[in-house]
């Protein structure tokens, strides 16, 4: 597609409750990012892929959060037993090429999913 | 750890006036800079960058940054905003030795009267 797109656009999930958010890059992107966006702050990073390899998932918060891009296509943030504190804006980033060494790329981001957690 | 800090938690501007937000940054390494604007209702959008070379940097709509090694700093400006340029701004820092991610300031909400 022309963009990244994210999916739902809101949830709403009852505390405890699983939840399952999708990400579909720009084709062709080889690097996907998931950033966590709460209320009046910056996105925070959580994890990174490069293509189906999550090679960095250092920003997860918990062991209840879980993400996996077994294609290395689409991409599928998952939160276990959902706690309030998970409320916030779940960003999906993608870009054309590797992060690392010194590649100069930029990310394009989706319009991210509003988790609730009620 | 490195971390990004915009100046400015919310700026209030008439319209023409002049903007310049502050962003500061902390790693010692080579670093790719961005700004990102995020409209009402809209996702993260690319103002503008910084990989190498010239360190005043144009972007889109008018906004230039200028990147200062010494300072660890890349404040974003616009001689005169305009009542559409109210939004949210990120500034934003990628470590070349970090996989790519981004690591973002706290934002600035612009806030132009026309």
């Known amino acids: 597609g022309a963009g990244v797109s994210q999916s739902p656009r809101y949830k709403v999930a009852k505390r405890g409750q699983d939840v399952a958010l999708r990400c579909d890059p720009i084709s062709g992107h080889v690097s996907l990012f998931w950033y966590q966006q709460a209320l009046g702050q910056g996105p925070e990073f959580l994890t990174y892929?490069?293509?189906?390899?999550?090679?960095?998932k250092s920003g997860l918060p918990s062991d209840r959060f879980f993400a996996e891009r077994p294609e290395g296509s689409v991409s599928t943030l998952k939160i276990q037993r959902t706690q309030q504190e998970d409320s916030a804006v779940y960003l999906c980033?993608?870009?054309?090429?590797?992060?690392?060494?010194?590649?100069?790329?930029?990310?394009?981001f989706g319009q991210g999913t509003r988790l609730t957690v009620v | 750890a490195q971390s990004v800090s915009q100046h400015n938690h919310h700026v209030i501007l008439s319209e023409a006036a002049s903007l310049e937000l502050g962003c500061n940054y902390s790693y010692g390494g080579t670093v790719n800079l961005f700004w990102y604007v995020q409209y009402p209702g809209q996702h993260l959008q690319l103002l503008l960058k910084y990989f190498s070379g010239d360190p005043l940097v144009k972007g889109i709509k008018g906004f230039e940054a200028e990147f200062i090694k010494s300072k660890f700093s890349f404040n974003l400006r616009k001689p005169s905003v305009q009542w559409s340029d109210t939004a949210e701004y990120f500034c934003?820092?990628?470590?070349?030795?970090?996989?790519?991610?981004?690591?973002f300031g706290q934002g600035t909400e612009l806030s132009v009267k026309p």
């Open positions: 980033a993608s870009s054309s090429r590797s992060g690392t060494g010194a590649s100069n790329t930029e990310a394009f």
């Open positions: 892929f490069q293509n189906e390899a999550q090679l960095d």
């Open positions: 934003a820092v990628k470590s070349w030795n970090q996989g790519g991610k981004l690591i």
